[in-house]
């Protein structure tokens, strides 16, 4: 009968296995698994989710320097379109207008300045978080060396104890390197106070190149100032010697 074929056709045709969805499936249809696998392994092993904390500190802060930077050429841009119009307003004889310009465009200079003030300071302080996360991988490789040294102590395995020492000198070898060098870049780099002699000379350099007249109140350079004194060595000798023919006379 009909129905007797039908039983024997389910009968006959194999069932379909339900397939266990793989990890990655899970994963990507449940976006919370993500953080609670992120968070696991951050439980297991705590530097490597610091690690991974500071470089993407370090990125965010590596972008703002940049955002910084970006905001000084704009200010750069819009003095140099002040002092057009200051340019054009004064050849016009409008004076009042000239010194509005004239002070929007020392507005603008001073927000350049404090843009790349504080870009310089972000890159200071990336070049030092920098110098951290490397450091922290570092000294994870020297622990990972200690414990083969550990290892290799106990049982006793020569060859093995002399490999592992020569790659434990190695890595102490590359952090002093490396934390010297980052030591004297960043004593360069972080100095708050640059000497103002040398300020001043390069100011004047520059003028000099250009043939421009600086009015900030630079010092005169120390010629000048010999020969100021040579001046007034002179004129006390000649006093001197009026002085003398004059009690000659008497």
Sequence with gaps: TE????????????????KKPNFLTLISSNPLRIKSFSANEEKKNPAMG??????????????????LQRQARKCEKEEKSEKLKVKKAIEK????????????????????????????????????LDTQAKMTTINKSMANIVKSLESS?????????????DQFEKQFVNMEVQAEFMESAMAGSTSLSTPEGEVNSLMQQVADDYGLEVSVGLPQPAAHAVSTKTQEKVDEDDLSRRLAELKARG
């Design 93 to 128: 004889g409008n004076m009042d207008g000239a010194r509005i310009y004239a002070e929007n465009a020392i507005r603008k200079r001073t927000e350049q300045m404090n843009y790349l003030r504080l870009a310089s300071r972000l890159d200071a302080v990336v070049a030092r």
């Design 3 to 18: 129905e007797a074929k039908q039983s024997q056709n389910a009968i006959n045709t194999p069932k379909k296995k339900n």
């Design 50 to 67: 610091n690690t991974e904390k500071l470089l993407n500190q370090i990125m965010d802060l590596k972008f703002t320097s940049k955002s």
């Design 153 to 165: 102590l106990a049982t006793g395995n020569l060859q093995k104890m002399s490999e592992t020492m």
